[in-house]
């Protein structure tokens, strides 16, 4: 008999969690103002929210974060840091930043100016909100195949290099700081980029005299895919691909929260010391002295320990295959999701579930609400909410997904937490014709709304 796909880790600590009753989750819900951010985790049975800063560390870690270095200059934890940024990544130069947002105001202060344009594939909420916040503009260029969520193609976070050059002949290069990559592609649903359109974007952007930047926070993930899935990297290991993905930029931002497995912490790496010299100025305002840059000894030293960690074959084979195995379930039961299913979340297509609800009242947002009732379980929204008004004319901007993300924390949960999760979402999908109405907007911040923004329900 062939025996059974298991995890590569034991369990060494435990944390207990609690279910609550329907009638509990209707009243923090209402307190919560149905915006899910505003739950206290107590009042969540699986959290599902966010796969950042969410992971448990190894017995490694752990342990590296006892010989942590608090030396306020050059600090041993930087240099093990250092050396973890060159060995895995390639780079001769770095800042570390508390985390990954951090690593893009440092950065785009430097490179991002008002007018600019900033094209790349489905660029992350913050560091869209970050080049809008400086008046410049993110240019998506993702391939269309992207928007399709019933069809499987193996890179959905690729670049469309037809898109890509035309926006870098429109604008002047003087308008365009730098492409960026997102690895894997968190907008379109946790989407890999392959090797062959990394490849290709660095050859246009040479073309053009533009440099590449990766925004690496699951780079590791991203690599897995390249390995399952694209022509001639079966055989090498996923450092060795790696690195060959990162011979492809010029710099990169990383919110460690995420492939690092650390419960803080980021970076900016670079080839350019002119650029980190620069940036260190800006790293030394905002975030502290360039050795440390707002995270202490022990947390680089865990993050230096988790880059290794999560770029070992088993450790993302163990991963992937969970959320695989809440994909399988999801698909046996009919469930509409993002295909194929991306390496840290499945995303649950709301608009084809709630497509009797209008958009305009946030059919992804209601599927999250209802998902939570049903078991106490946190997903998050990435549709309209998130999509934000359009910093000009200040409408709605209407994405073309509506998706309910339902990432899964590394080394978290077991394989029976997702079969709750399945079941619950299935109970949803049963009664969906019978949730009439979602949300009205009664507040919300005019950027970045959907961390804060109160919502009531229509009757
Ligand atoms: C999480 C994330 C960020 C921001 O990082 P934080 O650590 O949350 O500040 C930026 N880009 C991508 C692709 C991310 O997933």
């Given at each position: ?104 105001n ?54 469309d ?13 003087e ?11 968190n ?50 290991s ?54 440390y ?17 999560g770029t070992?074959f ?13 994909g ?80 899964i ?51």
């Open positions: 008999m062939e025996l059974p796909f298991a995890e590569s880790f034991k369990i060494k600590m435990v944390e207990t969690i609690r279910r609550s009753t329907r009638a509990e989750r209707e009243q923090w819900l209402k307190e919560a103002n149905y915006n899910l951010f505003n739950l206290k985790s107590d009042q969540v049975f699986i959290d599902l929210l966010t796969d950042s800063g969410t992971g448990a560390m190894s017995d490694k870690q752990w342990a590296a974060m006892m010989t942590g270095d608090e030396s306020y200059a050059g600090a041993r934890s930087y240099y093990n840091m250092k050396a973890a940024i060159k060995n895995i990544l390639g780079f001769d130069h770095f800042l570390p930043t508390h985390q990954g947002r951090a690593a893009e440092v950065l785009f202060s430097v490179l991002v100016k008002s007018g600019d344009i900033v094209p790349g594939n489905s660029h992350f909420d913050t560091t869209k909100g970050h080049i809008e916040f400086r008046k410049a503009k993110a240019v998506d260029c993702t391939i269309d195949e992207a928007f399709d969520t019933e069809l499987d193609h193996p890179f959905k976070g690729n670049v290099l037809v898109k890509l050059e035309s926006v870098l002949t429109t604008y002047p290069k308008q365009i700081p730098m492409i960026i990559i997102t690895v894997t592609c907008s379109s649903g946790g989407q890999p980029v392959s090797i062959a359109n990394l490849r290709a974007v660095k050859q246009l952007a040479d073309k053009y005299g533009i440099p590449v930047c990766y925004d690496s926070a699951r780079f590791a993930e991203n690599a897995y895919f390249i390995k399952m899935r694209e022509e001639g990297y079966q055989d090498k996923i450092k060795e691909i790696v690195k060959e993905m990162y011979s492809y930029a010029d710099m990169a931002t990383m919110s460690s929260k995420k492939d690092a497995i650390v419960n803080m912490g980021g970076f900016i790496a670079m080839r350019d010391e002119e650029l980190w010299k620069k940036a260190s100025t800006y790293n030394i305002m905002f975030e502290g002295y360039v050795t840059g707002g995270m202490s000894g022990r947390d680089m030293n865990a993050l230096a320990q988790g880059l290794d960690e070992e088993e450790y993302l084979e163990t991963r992937i295959k969970q959320v695989e195995y809440l399988e379930m999801l698909h046996e039961y009919g469930i509409p999701f993002q295909k194929p299913v991306g390496g840290h979340a499945i995303f649950v297509d709301a608009k084809k579930i709630l497509s009797h609800i209008p958009k305009e009242e946030f059919q992804a947002q209601t599927l999250g609400c209802e998902l939570y009732l049903e078991a106490g379980i946190r997903g998050v929204e990435i549709g309209t909410i998130l999509a934000d008004r359009d910093p000009e004319t200040r409408e709605n901007r209407y994405p073309e997904l509506e998706l309910l993300r339902l990432a924390p590394r080394r978290v949960y077991t394989n029976n937490h997702m079969e709750v999760v399945a079941a619950a979402l299935k109970n949803v999908f049963n009664r969906r014709l019978n949730i009439k109405h979602g949300f009205k907007i009664i507040e919300e911040a005019p950027i970045m709304r959907h961390f804060t923004v109160h919502l009531d329900k229509i009757k």
